[in-house]
């Protein structure tokens, strides 16, 4: 049977990109010897990184004066790295679920951080919209897209002081105006690669802001090389994420970039939500107008939460794979990343008509 892979991450992979790796680990470009047992110092992998970095400029638009790195530790990495780099004495931060408030806790290390806003109180359904950014603050930071809880911010905002987005789940599925933003960084295991790498889109005048003495590995300019064929490659790189992750890129940009990637999302989107509108067993957990184009999320309608076991079951015998919602929202949440087809939407939206005539 077919699989319909929803999973929040590590999740689905364009299958052009996993099979590229695994002939990749065969054979690296012609040499005979396979990516994971090569040397990251020889010109065949200088030239693997120059050119992620450079589809990740092409498509994004990134401009010249910001650095794009690619170091391990994954996001949770970056919510200490980001105000060791960055905060001198205060930062502001937004916050929309779990993933904010581990950036919160670990800002705290390095000086005043001050929560602007929260949608705790309603368990993060919705993105706070009438707060103001304190203007003495270093940086005001973001979740563009609260993966748990299904809530996106849909559009850059603007703000008074330095702009710095956690994009992990939702980078590449849009245009992104990275100008507005002094940092956007993530994890790369939910939209351009597996789990491993970490992606960190600095913009060079920030470097050294905090003024704090720093180990090696925190400081962002020791991913900063002498030539380009150098970034990130101060120690040894995650090899195999990049790799996954370059040939995930290369896929996007075949589909025609992330502008293709935005309406294939919001198709597909469109598509679930509706259903989810439609059906009279469910309801979103998200209100609508900051439901994600990448994580729906829905549960049982009231009066029917007893079918919850029965519609998991049903959806597991027709393929549907990592539907469970996160234990903090319960019932499901279905993933939705730039590399699910709309044919797994499609497949979904059928077996919750099947479940509903049944
Ligand atoms: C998954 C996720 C994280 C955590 O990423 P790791 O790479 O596992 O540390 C952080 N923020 C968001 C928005 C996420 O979706």
């Known amino acids: 049977m077919k699989k319909h892979n929803f999973n929040a991450g590590p999740c689905v992979l364009p299958r052009e990109a996993v099979e590229a790796a695994i002939e990749a680990i065969r054979d690296f470009d012609g040499t005979g010897i396979g990516l994971l047992e090569i040397s990251h110092r020889t010109p065949g992998w200088e030239r693997v990184m120059a050119e992620t970095e450079a589809l990740w400029r092409d498509l994004l638009n990134i401009p010249d004066d910001y650095a794009v790195l690619f170091p391990g530790g994954g996001a949770s990495t970056q919510f200490f790295e980001v105000p060791a780099n960055l905060m001198k004495t205060k930062a502001a931060y937004l916050q929309t679920g779990v993933w904010a408030k581990k950036a919160i806790k670990e800002a705290r290390f390095f000086g005043d951080v001050e929560v602007v806003a929260s949608s705790e109180d309603k368990n993060y359904t919705y993105i706070p919209k009438n707060y103001t950014i304190p203007t003495d603050a270093d940086y005001f930071h973001i979740t563009t897209n609260n993966t748990i809880y299904g809530t996106e911010i849909h559009e850059d905002i603007s703000s008074p002081?330095?702009?710095?987005?956690?994009?992990?789940?939702?980078?590449?599925?849009r245009p992104v105006d990275v100008r507005k933003y002094g940092l956007i960084y993530g994890g790369a295991q939910k939209n351009v690669g597996p789990a491993g790498v970490t992606f960190v889109i600095v913009r060079r005048d920030l470097l050294g802001s905090s003024e704090r003495k720093l180990p090696t590995m925190v400081n962002y300019s020791t991913f900063i090389g002498a030539e380009p064929r150098d970034n990130s490659m101060f120690n040894t790189p995650p090899v195999f994420a990049i790799y996954v992750m370059y040939q995930t890129l290369k896929w996007v940009k075949a589909q025609g970039g992330v502008e293709a990637m935005q309406k294939l999302n919001k198709d597909k989107a469109d598509l679930l939500y509706a259903e989810i509108d439609r059906n009279p067993l469910f309801v979103g957990t998200a209100v609508k107008e900051d439901r994600s184009l990448m994580n729906v999320c829905f549960v049982m309608a009231?009066?029917?939460?007893?079918?919850?076991?029965?519609?998991?079951?049903?959806?597991?015998?027709?393929?549907?794979?990592?539907?469970?919602?996160?234990?903090?929202?319960?019932?499901?949440?279905?993933?939705?990343?730039?590399?699910?087809?709309?044919?797994?939407?499609e497949a979904l939206v059928k077996c919750m008509r099947d479940f509903e005539k049944q």
Do not use: Q, W
Request: net charge negative.
């Open 161 to 173: 002081v330095t702009l710095v987005a956690d994009m992990s789940s939702d980078i590449m599925s």
């Open 302 to 345: 009231p009066g029917h939460e007893d079918k919850e076991t029965a519609f998991m079951t049903f959806a597991k015998e027709r393929g549907m794979v990592g539907i469970k919602g996160h234990r903090s929202v319960g019932g499901f949440r279905a993933s939705i990343y730039n590399a699910c087809p709309l044919e797994s939407v």
